[in-house]
């Protein structure tokens, strides 16, 4: 027989993917609506509102749809956000054996995050491409989960669970976390970060999520990197304050900014 635990954490997961693809229908509801209106545009101001519109698009739908492992509000690590961006990853450009660090200065203090480029290259490439032109300075941590799992989810230039870099990379190191469960699930260590994604392979961006407590999901979401001790201290407290409006899913009530982010080598 299930543990209330267990029941607890389906109950979860189950939410999540209902709030998952509700989210993608209506982003591919807004993104069909919004070529249409990008066309029409473009039929009289010749051009440029149409390129004012393939940047909105490719802000939005060219998102990557994140969502963290089984992401928080009812899979791990966050709001997912889909990417279905037809522009390519950055080239590789980094030191693929080696180790690098995702520092982060939020206005909560510093969050540093161990990277192994020789299990996840396309991340680690991706981070440090994004982090060198600024992409993540500014940017907030718009979700937090705090039953069923245990993520910040972080990395949406939105601020909403619907941003991303305009493309998506591949999953990476899957196996990393050991065989799922009777249940399909692996234990996301406290510590770990993984990629958000949409639910479909293969569909990470920029958006990621930071578990601060043991959490079960499936082992679909690529963990990339180790938080420091004191990183995971600043995630657990905010944590501790909870969630805006007093829910189990939501906007963090100690608001989180990323206010720069570097990725040097280790």
């Known amino acids: 027989m299930a543990s209330s635990d267990q ?24 993104r069909r609506r919004n070529a249409v209106i990008a066309t029409a545009l473009g039929v ?67 969050v540093s995050i161990a990277m192994d480029a020789a299990k996840t290259p396309h991340t680690v490439n991706s981070f440090k491409a994004l982090a060198d032109k600024g992409f993540f300075n500014g940017t907030k941590c718009h979700r937090l989960t705090t039953q069923g799992i245990y993520v910040l989810q972080c990395g949406d230039p ?53 578990v601060y407590k043991d959490s079960k999901l499936t082992p679909t979401y690529t963990p990339f990197g180790t938080m420091d001790k004191d990183g995971l201290k600043l995630v657990e407290d905010v944590a501790k304050a909870g969630v805006e409006g007093g829910a189990s899913d939501g906007a963090p009530k100690k608001p989180v900014t990323i206010e720069k982010a570097t990725v040097p080598k280790a």
């Open 158 to 210: 939105q601020g909403d669970g619907t941003g991303g870099p305009g493309y998506t990379i591949p999953d990476e190191n899957l196996d990393a976390l050991g065989k799922a469960g009777e249940d399909g699930q692996v234990t996301y260590p406290a510590g770990t970060v993984a990629m958000a994604n949409t639910g479909a392979p293969d569909s990470g961006g920029s958006q990621f999520f930071l």
């Open 7 to 30: 029941r607890r954490r389906e109950l979860a997961r189950k939410k999540f993917e209902r709030q998952q693809q509700r989210r993608a229908e209506a982003r591919r509801k807004a």
């Open 44 to 110: 009289v101001l010749i051009g440029g509102v149409v390129a004012a519109g393939a940047g909105w698009l490719s802000d939005d739908g060219g998102k990557d749809g994140e969502t963290v492992a089984d992401t928080p509000g009812s899979t791990p690590s966050a709001e997912p956000t889909p990417s279905e961006s037809g522009s390519p990853e950055p080239e590789m450009a980094i030191d693929q054996k080696g180790k690098y660090t995702f520092a982060m200065e939020t206005n909560e203090g510093p």
